[in-house]
């Protein structure tokens, strides 16, 4: 194995502490340095480590998130106390658990330093391990991720070996190969079978990253919409298909708030819509919304509308279902308004792809879906009935608004 090179480490430390000076002397919450910074740390951590210790690495990352689970599984980072810390023996009593499990799974999480041992058989919490108490939104990200998508990419190997090294297409699915067996319940279902916890855990995990990864805003400008309520008192304005909690339609009503929400829809399956009527009770924005189970792949109840908008939903299916989706939205805007559109917000794949982007597309691949480019958009549309307007992008993130109006691009 060759040695890095000096001039580039050097380049990289030397750029890693004028970041490291800068976050420290900053005002702001500095997300923006800190990020630059994490991804130079790890190009030095790239150059540096050496194919031993990088096996031993994702030994312990492994171990780590196998412990990390098992801890929020049994409530035990909701029982150390911020700014306390507590004894095994007291976390194993609260669930009845042996003491010497929960002390072998605790070590693990103090050799990282996910979690401080101030005192032998104690712990309290890092910097970065609250994020594992309940309801927490990256926290649930986190566990979907293990419980949900995990098994499918582990067992790909299994899975191409039964069904060939081709991309998934079809109704078997590596997801539910890795977590049933017998590849054939989709996602949806999966999610259902396990219960009511579990669509909560989705439903918090879909708020995840909101500025990381998933931004709702920035892209689009929807302050047109505002404009229009106003000129036009009867038409729906905003339909958030697939929207689940209604998180990005409830940003955006607070962003432009001249869109009344009781003009705006949130769709979703039976199930979520349940949770989500509960959840919005006493939401000073949300209760106002109008909540309306549907099957994006059979109907749109809510005809006419301004804009139906579809974020992370097309991501999941492949593109004959995605046509169909499309299809039924296209179908839906009004033929009297040619300022109506069907906004499809998503992760835009590009070459090379930015990690994220492109560890999201694998997890959809065990989907048989997949993360799309800008051109595999306009196709989509295209055979949906729809013309692609813009791609809207805010600089330095991945998300967009791929902006579709009805038509056909031949007429
Ligand atoms: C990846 S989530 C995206 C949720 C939300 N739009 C967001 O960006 O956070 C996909 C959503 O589609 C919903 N969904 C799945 N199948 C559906 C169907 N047939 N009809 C309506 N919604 C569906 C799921 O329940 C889930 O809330």
């Not at 306390?84 to 976390?91: A, C, D, P, Q, T």
């Not at 009503?253 to 009527?277: H, Q, W, Y």
């Not at 939205?329 to 308004?337: H, R, T, V």
């Amino acid at each position: 194995m060759s040695n890095p090179s000096l001039d580039v480490l050097e380049e990289l430390s030397k750029k890693l502490s004028e970041h490291i000076r800068e976050l420290c002397t900053t005002n702001s919450d500095g997300i923006a340095i800190r990020r630059e910074a994490t991804g130079i740390a790890r190009r030095l951590v790239d150059e540096l480590i050496d194919p031993e210790e990088w096996a031993a690495e994702q030994t312990v990352a492994l171990g780590e998130c196998a412990a990390i689970r098992m801890f929020m599984k049994w409530g035990f980072f909701d029982k150390i106390p911020l700014g306390g810390s507590v004894s095994y023996r007291e976390l194993a009593g609260l669930i009845g658990a042996q003491e010497a499990l929960v002390f072998r799974l605790g070590q693990m999480l103090v050799s990282t330093g996910m979690l401080v041992s101030p005192m032998p058989n104690s712990v309290a919490h890092s910097r970065l391990s609250p994020l594992f108490k309940s309801g927490d939104r990256e926290g649930c990200w986190f566990a979907m991720l293990w419980d949900d998508c995990q098994p499918g990419l582990a067992k790909l190997p299994e899975f191409f070996e039964k069904y060939g090294p081709r991309e998934p297409v079809d109704k078997t699915l590596p997801l539910s190969f890795g977590l049933s067996g017998d590849g054939q319940l989709d996602p949806w279902e999966l999610v259902a079978q396990r219960g009511t916890e579990h669509i909560e855990q989705f439903g918090h995990a879909m708020q995840a990253m909101p500025t990381y990864a998933w931004p709702y805003t920035g892209a689009y400008d929807f302050e047109w919409v505002a404009k229009y309520a106003v000129t036009n008192s009867e038409r729906p304005l905003i339909v958030d298909v697939g929207g689940s909690y209604g998180h990005a339609l409830r940003v955006h009503l607070t962003k432009f708030p001249g869109i009344p929400p009781s003009r705006c829809v949130v769709e979703d399956r039976a199930e979520m819509i349940l949770n989500v009527k509960k959840e919005h009770e006493n939401d000073t924005i949300m209760k106002y919304v109008t909540k309306v189970p549907t099957d994006f792949h059979k109907e749109q109840p809510v005809k006419g509308a301004l804009v139906y908008l579809i974020r992370r939903c097309l991501h999941n299916y492949n593109d004959e279902v995605c046509v169909n989706i499309l299809r039924i939205l296209a179908d839906s805007l009004p033929d009297d308004e040619p300022e109506a559109r069907v906004l499809i917000n998503e992760q835009i794949m590009t070459d090379p792809p930015h990690r994220f982007v492109a560890s999201i597309d694998l997890t959809m691949l065990t989907m048989a879906a997949r993360v799309r480019s800008e051109q595999q958009f306009e196709k989509l549309a295209n055979q949906a009935g729809l013309i692609l307007v813009t791609v809207h992008k805010q600089e330095n993130t991945t998300m967009g608004v791929v902006e579709c109006k009805k038509g056909s691009p031949m007429a």
